[in-house]
């Protein structure tokens, strides 16, 4: 799997270490001021697009983190992580068919590969499969031996999935409907409560 920051953080470039740091502190506006300036100076790098996804996606502002990833995957067709997090991002806003689109060069790798074992469980959990997505879920932790952060993700994916399917008791006398959107929204608000899989 693609490591989607370098082994060792003296290796990128000093705004990117202090976005890094900033985004440590929780100081969004900030982070985004340092990636902007780090777009300029870098116009051909996806990373600063990958990591200003990921804070616009922290702060519910999906669309505008969407386009950054999408940025991302344009200059860097190669960034594993970047691709990977515009599909997921994709499919939890509810557009399952492009993020297939986003995420077939994954479907492409080894099927011992962690990102294709995650991708799977989200195609699994899109057909209503909850145990066989997470059970490609957990193989895919198991996969993935270089990135932490992806792993307390699908953690908590995976623990939010089983919430899910526990059933509130309900009164007898009323009949409660959920929203046809109730799926994309839990998704959606786990997704934003995952964090950034740097």
Same mark, same amino acid.
């Given at each position: 799997?693609?490591?989607?920051?370098?082994? $060792?953080?003296?290796?990128?470039?000093?705004?990117?270490?202090?976005?890094?740091?900033?985004? /440590?502190?929780?100081?969004?506006?900030?982070?985004?001021?340092? &990636?902007? %300036? =780090?777009?300029?100076?870098?116009?051909?790098?996806?990373?600063?697009? +990958? #990591?200003?996804?990921?804070?616009?996606?922290? #702060?519910?502002?999906?669309?505008?983190?969407?386009?950054?990833?999408?940025?991302?995957?344009? !200059?860097?067709?190669?960034?594993?992580? /970047?691709?990977? %997090?515009?599909?997921? #991002?994709?499919?939890?806003?509810?557009?399952? /068919? &492009?993020?297939?689109?986003?995420?077939?060069?994954?479907?492409?790798?080894?099927?011992?590969?962690?990102?294709?074992? +995650?991708?799977?469980?989200?195609? %699994?959990?899109?057909?209503?499969?909850?145990?066989?997505?997470?059970? !490609? +879920?957990?193989?895919?932790?198991? =996969?993935?031996?270089?990135?932490?952060?992806?792993?307390?993700?699908?953690?908590?994916?995976?623990?939010?999935?089983?919430?899910?399917?526990?059933?509130?008791?309900?009164?007898?006398?009323?009949?409660?409907?959920?929203?046809?959107?109730?799926?994309?929204?839990?998704? #959606? $608000?786990?997704?934003?409560?995952?964090?950034?899989?740097?």
């Amino acid at each position: 799997m693609t490591k989607p920051l370098p082994s $060792s953080p003296a290796a990128l470039d000093p705004l990117i270490q202090m976005a890094l740091a900033s985004s /440590a502190r929780n100081d969004a506006e900030q982070t985004l001021d340092l &990636l902007q %300036e =780090a777009m300029e100076k870098m116009p051909s790098s996806g990373l600063p697009y +990958f #990591l200003a996804g990921a804070e616009l996606a922290q #702060l519910g502002r999906f669309d505008e983190a969407e386009a950054a990833y999408a940025r991302a995957v344009l !200059l860097a067709p190669e960034f594993d992580m /970047a691709r990977y %997090e515009l599909g997921t #991002l994709q499919f939890v806003s509810g557009k399952s /068919a &492009l993020a297939m689109v986003t995420w077939q060069p994954l479907l492409e790798r080894s099927d011992m590969d962690a990102l294709k074992m +995650f991708v799977n469980g989200y195609i %699994e959990l899109a057909a209503d499969r909850l145990d066989a997505a997470i059970l !490609l +879920f957990e193989q895919g932790m198991r =996969a993935n031996t270089q990135n932490a952060a992806l792993n307390s993700n699908i953690g908590l994916l995976i623990s939010a999935v089983r919430q899910s399917t526990v059933a509130p008791p309900q009164d007898p006398t009323t009949s409660v409907t959920p929203p046809p959107q109730a799926e994309t929204h839990f998704l #959606l $608000s786990s997704y934003r409560q995952r964090g950034a899989a740097h």
